[in-house]
Structure formats: structure tokens, C-alpha cells
């Protein structure tokens, strides 16, 4: 039993001794690495440390920081019209078929309007008295011209035929009111809705001999479609890098493989309470009507040009949630330096602040300093 003591024992011993003697050698490989003061490590000369260590020099490099956002395609309200006649009266002729090219002066269909029908008989009463002042007052002037008339008769002509005047172009207005030509007008005729823009009939509810109220919903649609707006929400702490006509980069998910160029055609001056947000609006072509008022869009902004301090990732260290770098001084040091990121670009990152142009750090194994913490 003594004699089994007595191998623990030495055992224990021989053990203490081996850990002891590695502790020392570690200690002494460590100290062969590199020196520490600080955040500055110190690396000798001998060391083969070095061979595991890669460095580049920072210099500024043109860099378009680029924000990714979803979006809507929507038409263009200038070029988007929903017909929704202002006087009621039955349809008795239409021209609309989906898909129909139209102009303003396009005729979309008619109605036979009551309305429309009391402004005539207005515009051709009153036509008709200006007509007779005005011979009237022609009269009453070859009578004075020639020596014969009363100057009292000629005023009260006057009079009347400038009070009828005025009648008369009330009445014209009344009628273009209806977008119809005073020129070309009959009495009867029915009223002829003309298309507001240049475009295409999208929408056609229009049907022949219905009744349409003067407070009734749209009953078509014309919209020019050629280009479209992506709406889209950018937060607001990016909202800084977008600017008016910055390039776009636009993708639908309905056309999968086909990359799209827009531009910033407004930022919105107002930020959405709830999502903290501000929409952007991107116009589009939109030539073979691809894009469907509706679809969702993926919108990649493309911020201008610009200079940047651009580093591996492989250079970037964190710990306790903070990102440096090691910085190389002239005489062969290694600081640890704090530094802000700004975004990625490919396998490189974004620094705005911690480095300058010039520089040189540490883009490979740095990790191997970090023992020297």
C-alpha cells in the first residue's frame, strides 16, 4: 500500500514538473511573438510571426454606396384618367373597346344629356338676339352716318346689343363646358365624351343605352403606361444618400432575370410616423408595358460616385462589439485602432471613419495578435 503512494506521489510530481516546464515554454514562445504595451504590439524581427502576417496601404477609391428597398409600380397620375362624366344622360353611341389608342380629341362615347340639351337652347336663344341688336345697332348707325337718326336711338341700340353680347358669351362658355365646339354645334345633338389625355382605354364599363348619373364612379380608364413610378419607402437613416435623378436599379419578380434602369423622380418630404420611413418615387420606361401597375419591385438605389477608404474583410476584427483594425506605424508596430464601417461591397468593407488614404494595416491574420490581449 505504501509502495502504491509512493508512485502517485511521484507521479503528481513528474506532472507538476512537465506543466511547469510547458507554462515556461509557452511563456517563452509568447514572448518570442511579440511584446505588448497597451494597444501597441511589438513583433521581433526573428519572428516567425511575421510570415503569417499580410499588409496593405490605404488609398481612396471611387464607391457608390448602394440601399435596397421594395416598391410599387404605379401609373403616373398625370398620365392616368379615370372618365367619370360630370352631366348625367343615357348612352347612345360608343367608340371604346380595351386597348384603344386615344388622343384628347379622341372620342370615347355619347350621351343624350338633358343638360347638355337646355345649354343648346340657351346658346342658340341668345345667339339669335345678339344677331338681331346687332342689325339693330347696324341701322340706328347708317341713320346717323346719313343724317337721319335719333343719337338717343343709337345709344339705346348700343345698350342692347352689349347686354346680349355678354348673354351670348355666357352662353358659349356654358357650352364648352361640355368640351363641345360653339362653331359646329346643332341643336339636339348629343354630348360627345372626349378622352383627356394620350394613351389607351384600360378600363371600359361603358354600356350602350345605360343611364350614367352626374355622381357616378369612373366609368372608363385611359392611361399612358410608357413609363411608370416605383413607389418605394427608403428609412430614414439612409434617406441622406438618395437624391433626385440618382440612378436605379429595378427588378419585378414577374420578370425574373431582367434588370430594369430608373431614376429618383421625387423624395417626399414628410416621414411616415409608423415605419419611419420616407417614400421615393423611381420613373420607369416602360415602352412594352411589362410592368403592371400593382406588381412589387425590388429597387436597388445606386447612390453618385464617390470617395472611400476600402478594406478586406479579412482585416476587420471585432470584440465586445466593436470593429478595428491593426495599423502599422513606420518603425514595424501594430496599433489597434477603433474604426466605423459604412456597408460592404463585394468582400470588401465600407470605412467612414477610423482610417486615412496612406495608411497601411494589417489585411491578413490579425487574429493571431488578438492572443495578445
Known sequence: MMKNNFYVALCAIGTGLVAASCHEHNTEQAANLF????????????????????????????????????????????????????????????????????????????????????????????KSQMLQTQKTLKRQQDLMANGVGAQKDMEEAQTAYEVEKKEYENAVIGIKIFKADPEKLSLGQPLIVHAPITGEVVDNKVVLGQFIKDDAASVATVADLSKVWIAGQVKEKDIRYVHQQDECDIQVSALPGKHLKGKVYHVNDMVDDDTRSVQVLMECNNNDHALKPGMYA????????????????????????????????????YIKRKVVTGGNDNDRVVITSGLKSGEEILSEGGFYLLEAR
Open 35 to 126: 511584446a505588448v504595451k497597451g494597444d501597441t504590439i511589438t513583433i521581433p524581427p526573428h519572428s516567425h510571426l511575421k510570415d503569417r502576417l499580410k499588409t496593405i496601404t490605404l488609398k481612396d477609391e471611387p464607391y457608390r454606396l448602394q440601399i435596397i428597398t421594395t416598391g410599387v409600380i404605379k401609373a403616373i397620375p398625370t398620365q392616368y384618367a379615370e372618365i367619370a362624366p360630370p352631366f348625367q344622360g343615357r348612352v347612345t353611341k360608343t367608340y371604346l373597346h380595351l386597348g384603344m389608342k386615344t388622343t384628347p380629341s379622341t372620342p370615347l362615347f355619347e350621351i343624350s344629356s338633358p343638360d347638355f340639351i337646355t345649354a343648346q337652347k340657351i346658346f342658340f336663344q341668345e
Open 298 to 333: 425590388t429597387v436597388d438605389f445606386i447612390d453618385a460616385p464617390t470617395s472611400a477608404i476600402l478594406i478586406p474583410q479579412t482585416a476587420l476584427l471585432q470584440m465586445s462589439g466593436t470593429n478595428f483594425v491593426f495599423v502599422i506605424t513606420p518603425d514595424g508596430k
